[in-house]
């Protein structure tokens, strides 16, 4: 068990480019989460995957952003038309379902910084 | 809504100090509470878990309560070391539906221990 791994874990960009993230969660877990963390702040919600089903997506998801996660094992994040705004780190959590505890794990993050 | 607060926001303490982190939510219908650490630039460890139902639980020099009622919980660091040095942050599990349980998190709270 190696934990959770993100790919890239530094990536910048120019304003307008398309950018994708990549997230391998602990095998066997079935639930998978992506957040933001920008500077100073705890991390926010963004979207939640139980197997392959993308079950919730937070309003800050916008139509620019959209998760996949095919066959229930490895996610992708993917950005377009990127702005300046969009810098942060985009963390990704995964947990097994069970009913004795819905501890999370996260990975050590990718950090976007658009230019 | 649920808003979870940090206090203090920063700290900074000798070397061999206890010392207590709090952390309060606004809607006491969690289903777990769950407290991390975060080194500059990296992503998140977790430290505890704590689920509804206890009432505090313990790993080496961490302690952590929780009193769901009042909607309060507390990290206790005995004997601290300057490795402690960290942002910690909390986090409330709560289910919102649909099989998905969203984690929110606070601000955190950057201790520095000075050796």
């Known amino acids: 068990d190696t934990g959770v791994s993100q790919d890239p874990r530094h990536k910048i960009t120019k304003r307008g480019q398309n950018v994708t993230f990549r997230c391998d969660p602990i095998?066997?877990?079935?639930?998978l989460y992506w957040y933001r963390q920008t500077l100073g702040q705890g991390p926010e919600f963004l979207t939640y995957?139980?197997?392959?089903?993308?079950?919730?997506k937070s309003r800050l998801l916008s139509d620019r952003f959209s998760a996949e996660r095919p066959k229930g094992s490895f996610s992708t994040l993917e950005i377009q038309r990127t702005e300046q705004g969009d810098s942060a780190m985009y963390l990704c959590?995964?947990?097994?379902?069970?009913?004795?505890?819905?501890?999370?794990?996260f990975g050590q993050g990718t950090r976007l910084t658009v230019v | 809504k649920q808003e979870v607060t940090q206090i203090p926001a920063a700290l900074s303490v000798p070397e061999g100090e206890n010392l207590v982190l709090n952390c309060s939510f606004t809607?006491?219908?969690?289903?777990?509470l769950q407290w991390f650490r975060q080194d500059p630039g990296k992503g998140l460890t977790s430290l505890l878990l704590?689920?509804?139902?206890?009432r505090e639980q313990t790993s080496g020099r961490l302690n952590a309560s929780l009193d769901k009622s009042s909607g309060r919980s507390t990290l206790y660091i005995a004997a601290s070391q300057p490795g402690d040095s960290a942002t910690y942050l909390c986090?409330?599990?709560?289910?919102?539906?649909?099989?998905?349980?969203?984690?929110?998190f606070g601000k955190g709270t950057k201790l520095s221990v000075i050796p």
């Open positions: 809607d006491s219908a969690i289903y777990n």
């Open positions: 959590a995964s947990s097994l379902k069970s009913a004795r505890t819905t501890e999370a794990f």
């Open positions: 986090a409330v599990i709560t289910y919102s539906g649909a099989g998905s349980y969203q984690l929110t």
């Open positions: 095998s066997e877990h079935n639930r």
């Open positions: 995957f139980q197997n392959e089903a993308q079950l919730e």
């Open positions: 704590i689920q509804s139902s206890q």
